[in-house]
């Protein structure tokens, strides 16, 4: 086990969840069960931003200088004990700005579910790639400044009875808390996909 990577991320996740307590307000509780997002966030994140931009699995969404795309949904096919799945996404950022965008899974994604419900990023999901995949991208991770990243990011925890939720990311650029804009993607059982070789460790 990759003891000190795993401190690092588990280190990193506690910073950003300090973060997002502090910039997010004037919004409804989360509904979501802790022990489902593995971080209990102490605002809704859903309804935070004035603009909403929808697309499809594979479509881009042009805002804040950022260029977003979710290529795929990966389900790795590991569960917990109560049958969540992990969850993992495959995303194309575009940075056309001149300064590096440091972004993280935590502060700029979330999973709404089709009850409204909200599911963040799990730490567990994260070590678990850690140790079992390779080309995962830990989270924080860097967007250079007129360059892109594309990668495999996350994770989440999600009941093994759903099939359809929305990916939501927030374009923040540098500014954590600049959450005036959300892209939403939704995703079927259909657009799923196990977990590719290029991922298998």
């Avoid at 997002?37 to 603009?51: T, V």
């Avoid at 009941?159 to 804009?181: A, G, H, L, M």
Wanted: charged share 20%.
């Amino acid at each position: 086990m990759k003891i000190s990577r795993i401190i690092a991320a588990a280190a990193a996740v506690c910073i950003c969840a300090a973060s997002f307590a502090g910039c997010s307000s004037g919004t409804r509780n989360n509904s979501s069960d802790p022990a489902s997002s593995g971080i209990s966030m102490a605002q809704s994140q859903d309804g935070l931003a004035e603009k909403q931009i929808d697309v499809s699995v594979g479509e881009e969404a042009d805002e804040h200088e950022t260029v977003f795309k979710l290529n795929s949904v990966i389900d790795s096919g590991e569960k917990t004990e109560d049958g969540q799945k992990y969850i993992y996404l495959n995303v194309t950022i575009k940075n056309t700005s001149s300064t590096d965008y440091d972004l993280n899974v935590l502060n700029n994604f979330y999973l709404l579910l089709p009850d409204k419900t909200e599911l963040s990023f799990d730490i567990r999901t994260q070590i678990y790639a850690l140790n079992h995949f390779k080309n995962f991208t830990e989270s924080p991770f860097i967007v250079p400044a007129g360059g892109e990243f594309t990668g495999y990011i996350g994770g989440f925890l999600l009941d093994e009875s759903i099939s359809d939720f929305t990916v939501c990311f927030f374009p923040t650029q540098n500014d954590r808390s600049n959450k005036s804009s959300v892209v939403k993607c939704p995703v079927k059982a259909s657009d799923m996909v196990s977990t590719p070789d290029t991922l298998i460790g």
